[in-house]
């Protein structure tokens, strides 16, 4: 099979399409044919390196979590799915090799989650990573039906989408953005406000007893979560370790195809969707990598692998 691949750390240069033997399929696994393959900062980060100290990596690796596509192959015992089935899933593993920026990937059933029917290939596959990682942080901080929640980072791929969750859980939503993305937060259903000097004294203007919940998808904002969260509230982040220092979370997302499932039913009841920034065909992966260094998306990169 073409899989994208490096064979040492390094920045989007050490990518190459190379042939790469089939997956093996164990029990409780299945073989993924991957027509789309969401992209993630995360993935450029473990190909720099970045995440050698709690991850091992085998080379030649295969970067991506992020999967959508059709059942192609089962291994024993794997209840519950069939080979055609249309598929989504976090595929991370508990090393960096196998990943899903490749014609196939193997993916075992506990991230496993039906497709969305309303969504396309793109839109399903920049779902997973991103998604699970808003409903976690907010699930874990207690979201619920009229609490106030912050989100930092409010307009990107997981902030889009913690955004929307929140507000299908009844929940009121402030979310922090550049002022050019402002009309799209208060289509997904939050309240924006302008990131930057003096961000806590506009939240503050907003919600002058403070927020239950801060969700930091973006970091650097300790300071000011701790300024406007309310004396009882609960603060988490996916990108500063001192919230842990601090009385918050420092949360890494799980793979979880309860969760992910979830997910799909609030899509197809139309509380939840996929925004695609950029779709990049497999070979441009290091044109898509750098696009997501930028920092500037609005929603997902996304790399198309198979139209079948």
Do not use: C
Request: cysteine-free; aromatic content about 6%; hydrophobic content about 40%.
């Amino acid at each position: 099979m073409k899989a994208m691949t490096y064979e040492t750390f390094g920045d989007p240069s050490v990518l190459s399409l190379t042939d790469q033997p089939l997956p093996k399929v164990g029990p409780g696994e299945v073989l993924v044919k991957v027509h789309a393959a969401g992209v993630n900062p995360v993935d450029w980060k473990a190909m720099s390196g970045g995440l050698d100290s709690m991850i091992e990596a085998q080379f030649p690796a295969i970067p991506g979590w992020d999967v959508a596509g059709t059942v192609a192959a089962k291994g024993i015992d794997s209840p519950g799915v069939e080979e055609g089935d249309e598929v989504i899933a976090y595929a991370r593993k508990d090393w960096i090799h196998g990943g899903t920026f490749a014609e196939y990937v193997s993916v075992p059933l506990r991230a496993l989650a039906p497709k969305p029917q309303n969504l396309t290939w793109e839109q399903a596959a920049g779902l997973p990573l991103a998604g699970l990682t808003a409903y976690q942080v907010l699930t874990r901080s207690g979201l619920e039906e009229g609490k106030t929640v912050l989100i930092h980072g409010a307009s990107g791929g997981v902030g889009s989408m913690g955004v929307q969750i929140a507000a299908a859980a009844g929940a009121r939503v402030i979310g922090t953005a550049s002022e050019k993305n402002h009309d799209y937060l208060r289509q997904l259903g939050a309240e924006p406000v302008e990131y930057g000097e003096g961000l806590a004294g506009r939240v503050r203007e907003l919600a002058p007893d403070g927020v239950d919940i801060v969700a930091d998808f973006v970091g650097g904002v300790l300071d000011t979560t701790l300024e406007v969260l309310a004396e009882d509230g609960v603060h988490a982040s996916i990108a500063d370790p001192e919230a842990e220092k601090n009385g918050g979370a420092w949360m890494w997302v799980v793979p979880s195809a309860e969760d992910l499932t979830r997910l799909g039913d609030l899509v197809e009841r139309g509380k939840l969707s996929v925004k695609v920034d950029a779709v990049y065909p497999l070979d441009r992966l290091p044109a898509a990598f750098e696009k997501s260094q930028e920092g500037r998306t609005v929603g997902k990169i996304v790399l198309q692998v198979s139209g079948d």
